[in-house]
């Protein structure tokens, strides 16, 4: 299972964190320090795995993705295949991307809540949920709607819901 | 977030801070504001709530604490409107933990926001319970949950969450959440279209096998089914595909619930499933496009994995080497990487390690790769691929790497090329120079436990002596050497450095001299060895050379008033000694050859990361094949300097008379720590003894520092009496005023003499009971030696044995005196008839002057003794594993109030009492699989399986099955792992036994004869 989310860019600013395993907040203070401090010493054009067993103790794996001013960055178990995990950030960067129209950091530090609603479409309790950014966009806009007329939702009838056909 | 804009100016504020201090002034300033505002909630609108509570969740993420405002949160859950409601869920869900109480007060909400009709707060509830969702939440909404997933009228969207809602309901609650006759259930959703919620019931569906393969072999043929069918890229929507692979998550999902079962017997699905593997390796090339790359190298790589399970045929297996063997050469890093990594997992795989041993070069290439982490997945590969053919190679490329490897990999680089150099040496000489290179290079990184092992093999090879002595010279007359190098060659030099001296430069002065100069720059770890080092140079100048005398007299001086006291006792004790004159060859003679014994550098390596596939692939090569170079000699040790508690040292006690000589004004220390017992023994002349402690830290295993303690204790007997009050669990029962009490604490010497076989079972003052066991099947061999350490004899001695019903025990005939600082021996043979915790008793008592001394000591003939460790492979697990389906040959028992430990301690935990951690057995890495054949008359050999599962969360519980061929076997082996697993509350401390009334004997009440109950007041 996916045991972390993390967003962090290029000073070491945690900008989204979700962990799928409960920790106390110090501990995913140090966990991200931790991280980030691996992640800020490699090179361009290396690959995207870094050890993770001495940060986060026996079975644990890390993948990332560096985009810009961003580390996007997965940790999961062995029971996880790597480069899946690879291809999963890459959707949510690119639901990211289409969402916000060429996604910079600013976008993730205003609209932090936005994309809790978009993690929570693409991974539901470490697990992986929906790979069609399409779709998980489609999500998002609904909701977007709903939060401008907070009132038209509970007259929305199981069978119309719109934003849920497929 | 349209319209939050208290929320934006906030984040900007926090943006726009200078500094930290900055930013928390304004976060303490922001977390004051939505306190008050909370306080008063009757004036607070929903959208403000939403507000803060997000503003909550920002601060969160940020790292500052947020201590209140969480019922608030969860209060949000049951807003009727969406916007407040979608906060609710997704700011509890990161801020709270799946125990918080006040998730407790939001169930009955979110159950009715599951059965309710309203999509959106089901997807809602369902995302939380899937992220958070602890034991109630399992309890009040497992049945709904497990009823969407099945819906017909639901959508996919929502059984998708279901799946995984349910997914983590299971795993957290395996006990709680029913899946009895979830196997029909789950073969039909893998019948899905929808590839969405296909997805979601993989998932359940790995969770589900990796904890019980057997209820699912129907969902097997499913699984190749769709693997097939993604795979050919048939009828798969579009938007389902990434980048031209139809959905690889899906594939690797499938692939990976497939590895959960041990083997595919049935032919059809085999063939089918082989087909599409073959596809997948042959079909896969290295395109431009980095995403297409690590999508279709997912798939690809999870196929590999898979074909390695199934154990294919060789061709098939030469292939996926041939294809790593590219993969470990091409460009992209992301492919290199996992193709070293799945080489390593190859090891384990029968015959493909010449085909490995073909890319050696290209391996030794990606050990200078610009990537650490490819560098440390070569390094992992040279390490399992290194065999006796290759070692030198392999471990002289890994020394060379040192010099240039990053700080953080050089511990581990060094202490695999020092295991690698001791397991497959070609040749000893070769071995020594391969250390020696280490300490030179990475001394720093070089454990003490490296540096004793290649002391051992000097000691051991006679003909290596003057090779490693004339080799740690040239080292050492460089002008700095490390620390460690300055004790391996005081060490090596001081035993061995006559053998030289014919050599020039090689005289004692000149050796002296060499050392010496490093005097000044070591730490008081190392003067002791330099100390010991000059005493044996002295020792072995013949004729004398008065001036290399007058030195080295004048060195022991200084330190005779030296702070340390290891140091000052030395000095001392040498000064003192080369004024005996003769007596000094005798006591500094050549340390004796060690006993044979497993290196603890290569224990380390087993025990250390033992569940991981590399590690196992290892150790079962090391199994087949190692070098004949090393072999210790396996000559008796002539004292106990070499075993901390071997039966050597039950040889009589006795104090050097330096100690005790009136010119030795300043061996406070020693004096001090004299007791009632050293006091009554004469002088005697000094024995080998002494040499433990003079040698003390070359014992090979434990810190220096302790060995040097214990072995201190054992030798001199004079320390005994600090912790000999303590925690003593037995009373001393005797008939005159009680004066004689045990020194060390007798249960935990019974306790470390279940684990290992000779050691110490009682001491005091005036006898010391050491044991020797030797255990063949169900028989058993014990030899009590009885040491008197007085001068005076022991009389009235006597040793019943108190067998239980399940043990059969013979002793022989145990004298009824025992002369003076005399030992006797006496044998005790054991039958073990059938499985049983209990424990027989030996009931010994004897008479010193007029003290009468009674002790009832339990014997070490344990269940675990008639164990016997067996490596079972997966072939042989799973279908005895199947075949004892339940009560009474297979419990299962949910065990509370376990000692909390890592998983790799209870792996450890479990093979001291010869039970076989399998790894790679079970794929859960929170599991243990092991195996042990148990020996008794009744059941004969029989083979019992163990299975532990353990809960990451909560190291207090663990779940335990147990499968034997003999129902009582499976209960009292379950027990007694259970026994050694919770946590035992310590016995009470017994009553000072002075204080007990002489006519309070506790041995009337308890009948002669039964063991039960004598056992039941010893442990109460």
């Known amino acids: 299972m996916i045991k972390a989310v993390m967003v962090i860019n290029t000073q070491g600013k945690p900008r989204l964190a979700k962990f799928f395993e409960y920790l106390p907040l110090e501990k995913q203070q140090e966990l991200i320090r931790n991280v980030f401090g691996v992640l800020c010493s490699r090179p361009e054009n290396v690959s995207n795995f870094v050890e993770a067993e001495s940060i986060f103790g026996p079975d644990s794996r890390l993948v990332y993705k560096h985009f810009a001013t961003l580390y996007v960055i997965f940790v999961f178990d062995s029971s996880e295949n790597e480069l899946a995990m690879l291809d999963l950030i890459q959707v949510l960067v690119e639901t990211l991307d289409r969402c916000f129209k060429n996604v910079c950091e600013l976008d993730i530090v205003f609209n932090y809540s936005k994309i809790h609603t978009i993690l929570d479409d693409i991974i539901c309790g470490g697990q992986v949920l929906e790979t069609r950014s399409t779709e998980i966009m489609r999500a998002v806009e609904e909701i977007s709607k709903l939060e401008a007329a907070p009132n038209a939702i509970t007259l929305i009838p199981k069978s119309s819901s719109g934003w849920l056909s497929r | 977030m349209h319209g939050m804009r208290g929320l934006s100016v906030f984040i900007s504020d926090i943006r726009n801070c200078q500094n930290k201090e900055q930013e928390r002034l304004r976060i303490d300033k922001e977390l004051g504001n939505v306190r008050n505002r909370f306080k008063n909630e009757k004036g607070l609108t929903p959208y403000e709530k939403k507000k803060y509570v997000w503003k909550m969740l920002y601060i969160f993420m940020l790292g500052y604490d947020v201590d209140f405002g969480h019922m608030e949160a969860v209060s949000l859950i049951s807003a009727p409107k969406y916007p407040e409601k979608q906060v609710g869920y997704i700011v509890t869900s990161c801020l709270l933990n799946e125990n918080h109480d006040f998730l407790r007060l939001a169930i009955n909400t979110v159950r009715n926001d599951i059965i309710g009709r309203n999509e959106t707060f089901q997807c809602l509830a369902l995302t939380m319970v899937g992220n958070i969702g602890g034991r109630e939440f399992a309890e009040s909404l497992a049945p709904d949950v497990q009823k969407l997933l099945l819906s017909s009228s639901c959508r996919p969207l929502v059984r998708k969450k279901a799946a995984l809602c349910l997914l983590r309901l299971y795993r957290k609650n395996p006990d709680v959440v029913n899946v009895d006759g979830w196997a029909d259930r789950m073969a039909q959703l893998l019948d899905e279209r929808d590839l969405g919620v296909l997805t979601s019931s993989m998932s359940l569906l790995v969770a589900l096998v990796s904890n019980n393969h057997e209820a699912y072999w129907s969902c097997l043929p499913k699984c190749v089914k769709i693997l097939d069918r993604l795979a050919r890229n048939q009828d798969v929507p579009q938007e389902y595909t990434y980048y031209g692979i139809p959905s690889p998550w899906l594939q690797v999902k499938t692939m990976r619930a497939l590895q959960y079962f041990p083997t595919i017997e049935d032919p059809y699905t085999r063939r089918t499933l082989f087909e599409v593997l073959q596809r997948i390796l042959m079909g896969t090339d290295v395109v431009k496009n980095v995403n297409k790359n690590n999508a279709s190298h997912a798939v690809l790589f999870e196929a590999l994995a898979l074909v390695m399970h199934l154990d294919a045929e060789k061709e098939m297996m030469s292939q996926c080497v041939a294809l790593l063997g590219k993969f470990i050469a091409v460009r992209e890093p992301n492919i290199r990487y996992l193709g070293l990594e799945n080489m390593t997992r190859m090891l384990m795989v029968t015959d493909v390690q010449d085909i490995i041993k073909r890319h050696q070069a290209q391996i030794i290439t990606s050990l200078k790769d610009p990537d650490v982490s490819i560098r440390r997945r070569a390094l992992d590969l040279l390490y399992g691929m290194c065999d006796v053919t290759n070692a030198k ?88 050497v490390h620390e460690t190098m300055v004790k391996v060659s005081a060490y090596i030099l001081g035993e061995y450095s006559h053998l030289l001296a014919r050599r020039p430069g090689c005289s004692p002065k000149e050796i002296f001299s060499i050392l010496h100069e490093k005097l000044p720059t070591v730490s008081t770890t190392t003067i002791p060895i330099l100390l010991s080092a000059y005493a044996k140079i002295l020792m072995h100048t013949q004729p004398p050379d008065q001036e290399l005398q007058s030195q080295i007299w004048a060195i022991f001086n200084k330190y005779e008033s030296c702070i340390d006291a290891e140091i000052q006792q030395r000095a001392v004790e040498y000064l003192a000694l080369c004024q005996k004159g003769a007596a000094l060859t005798d006591i500094l003679a050549e340390m004796p050859k060690f006993p044979e014994r497993k290196s603890s550098l290569i224990k380390r390596a087993e025990y250390s990361e033992a569940d991981t596939a590399e590690q196992s692939a290892i150790k079962l090569r090391a199994q087949q094949q190692t070098s004949n170079a090393l072999v210790v000699t396996d000559q008796i040790p002539a004292n106990g300097a070499t ?168 002793l022989s005939l145990v004298p009824d005196t025992i002369p003076p600082r005399a030992q006797v021996q006496c044998p005790l043979e054991v039958v073990n008839l059938r499985p049983s915790r209990d424990v027989a008793v030996l009931d010994f008592s004897y008479k010193f002057g007029t003290n009468m001394v009674n002790v009832k000591l339990r014997l070490p003939a344990v269940l675990n003794k008639f164990l016997q460790p067996i490596q079972v492979s997966a072939e042989e697990f799973f279908p005895q594993w199947r075949s004892l389906s339940g009560p009474p040959l297979k419990l299962q028992e949910v065990v509370r109030g376990v000692r909390p430990m890592p998983l790799p301690e209870m792996a450890n935990l479990l093979s001291s009492f010869h039970i076989m951690i399998c790894p790679g057995l079970d794929p859960n890495p929170n599991n243990l699989v092991a195996s042990t054949t148990f020996y008794s008359e009744s059941t004969r050999a029989m083979l019992c399986l163990v299975r532990i599962e353990t809960d990451p969360a909560d190291r207090t519980q663990l779940r335990m099955t147990l499968s034997s061929g003999d129902p009582t076997l499976t209960f009292e082996l379950k027990e007694f792992i259970k026994e050694q697993l919770i946590s035992i509350p310590t016995a009470p401390r017994s009553p000072a036994p002075s204080a007990a009334p002489p006519t309070a004997q506790p041995s009337p009440q308890i009948p002669p004869n039964d063991p039960a109950a004598i056992l039941a007041g010893l442990l109460s």
């Open chain 2, 393 to 480: 190679d392999i471990v002289e490329e890994l020394l060379q790497y040192l010099s240039s490897a990053d700080f953080t990999m050089r511990e581990e680089l060094s202490l695999k090329a020092a295991i690698l150099a001791e397991k497959f040496a070609p040749d000893l000489s070769w071995y020594v120079d391969v250390i020696l290179q280490l300490i030179d290079k990475a001394g720093d990184f070089i454990s003490d436990d490296i540096w004793f092992r290649v002391v051992q093999f000097v000691t051991n090879n006679d003909d290596l002596q003057p090779y490693a002595a004339a080799k740690v010279k040239e080292y050492i007359d460089k002008p700095a």
């Open chain 2, 643 to 810: 075993s901390p508690v071997s039966v050597g040292q039950l040889s009589l006690v006795k104090v050097p008379s330096l100690v005790t000589t009136e010119n030795d004004t300043s061996t406070d220390r020693a004096l001090s720590q004299q007791n009632g017992a050293s006091s009554k023994v004469d002088p005697q002349p000094p024995s080998a003894d002494l040499l433990s402690d003079i040698l003390g830290p070359l014992a090979i295993e434990g810190p220096p520092g302790a060995t040097v303690q214990s072995e201190h204790n054992a030798v001199s007997g004079l320390e005994g009496d600090s912790d000999a009050v303590d925690g003593s669990a037995i009373v001393v029962v005797e008939e005159q005023t009680n004066t004689v009490q045990p020194i060390g604490n007798i249960d935990e010497r019974f306790r470390a003499l279940c684990l290992k076989d000779s050691g110490v079972l009682y001491e005091d003052p005036y006898i010391q009971i050491g044991i020797k066991a030797e255990w063949r099947g169900h028989h058993g061999r014990l030899v009590l030696f009885l040491g008197n350490k007085n001068t005076a004899p022991l009389i009235s001695v006597q040793a019943i044995i108190l067998p239980p019903a399940q043990l059969k025990v013979e």
